[in-house]
């Protein structure tokens, strides 16, 4: 999902993972490269940064934000 801003997209990678923020680390090692891809082809197709980037985890009841590097 992308949100829109005025100052670049916010990208959301949505995971049906059900576990807590002790994997969050693990979490983050395992999707961020697929989660920079997007931000990658974004940037590429608009010309607009990423902002921001999010796992989003509904089973799990929460979200994670990975850092961005712009």
């Known amino acids: 999902m992308l949100v829109d801003t005025t100052n670049g997209w916010i990208l959301f990678d ?6 807590d923020a ?4 693990m979490l983050a090692q395992e999707h961020g490269p697929q ?9 590429r197709a608009t010309g607009r940064p990423v902002k921001e980037q999010w796992l989003y985890m509904p089973v799990a009841a929460r979200a994670l ?3 961005t590097v712009v």
């Open 14 to 19: 949505h995971k049906s993972n059900p576990r």
């Open 35 to 43: 989660l920079a891809a997007y931000a990658d082809a974004l940037l």
């Open 22 to 25: 002790s994997a969050d680390g």
């Open 65 to 67: 934000q990975l850092s």
